[in-house]
T-cell receptor, first 111, second 116 residues
Framework: GENVEQHPSTLSVQEGDSAVIKCTYS??????FPWYKQELGKRPQLIID?????GEKKDQRIAVTLNKTAKHFSLHITETQPEDSAVYFC??????????FGAGTRLAVHP | DTEVTQTPKHLVMGMTNKKSLKCEQH?????MYWYKQKAKKPPELMFV???????INESVPSRFSPECPNSSLLNLHLHALQPEDSALYLC???????????????FGPGTRLTVL
């Protein structure tokens, strides 16, 4: 089955710094690469995704980059703010109608 | 309506009780999901329904029984649970891949279940 690894497990940055989270997957047939954000006590919510036919996608302060050859994709957050503090999950597909969630990265942004 | 709703928000039950969790969406999604999430862990897939038919059961114990009465509703019936089943139960929905969906899943707020 699909094997997903996410690093780091925790990340602590100062407000205004950048944060990068990496996700490695095993299924070479994967063609959809999302990142979900889960704030404390809240539901997971999609923040950005990318399809396999592009290498990078940006949405304001967040971006996702994809390296299909190396089978990894990364979440980049620039100019971090305290409200970015949350757990972030990558979730590449693991079959029909199925996402495989990474173990999560707990991001803390300190003012 | 772009939300998935779940009831109840909290549930405390004994090991001999029978209870049900409910999930509803009105986005026209034909794929619906149940996940279990323990503290500081990722959501763990339990069941997937596609066009009201069970398509994935991730070897979930039979004390959890899913039901999809129509395209908007998803239930999870609980019976004879164990304390280790205490967790946040999340429902999600998405366009079905058969309909060209992109796998984006929309999550409900969850039911926090405590089994005594």
């Amino acid at each position: 089955g699909e094997n997903v690894e996410q690093h780091p497990s925790t990340l602590s940055v100062q407000e205004g710094d950048s944060a990068v989270i990496k996700c490695t997957y095993s299924d070479s047939a994967s063609n959809y690469f999302p990142w979900y954000k889960q704030e404390l006590g809240k539901r997971p919510q999609l923040i950005i995704d990318i399809r396999s036919n592009v290498g990078e996608k940006k949405d304001q302060r967040i971006a996702v980059t994809l390296n299909k050859t190396a089978k990894h994709f990364s979440l980049h957050i620039t100019e971090t703010q305290p409200e970015d503090s949350a757990v972030y999950f990558c979730a590449p597909p693991g079959g029909y109608n199925k996402l495989i969630f990474g173990a999560g990265t707990r991001l803390a942004v300190h003012p | 309506d772009t939300e998935v709703t779940q009831t109840p928000k909290h549930l405390v039950m004994g090991m001999t009780n029978k209870k049900s969790l409910k999930c509803e969406q009105h986005m026209g999604h034909r794929a619906m999901y149940w996940y279990k999430q323990k503290a500081k862990k990722p959501p763990e897939l339990m069941f997937v329904y596609s066009y009201e038919k069970l398509s994935i059961n991730e070897s979930v114990p039979s004390r959890f029984s899913p039901e999809c009465p129509n395209s908007s509703l998803l239930n999870l019936h609980l019976h004879a649970l164990q304390p280790e089943d205490s967790a946040l139960y999340l429902c999600a929905s998405s366009q079905d891949r058969l309909a060209g969906g992109n796998n984006e899943q929309f999550f409900g707020p969850g039911t926090r279940l405590t089994v005594l």
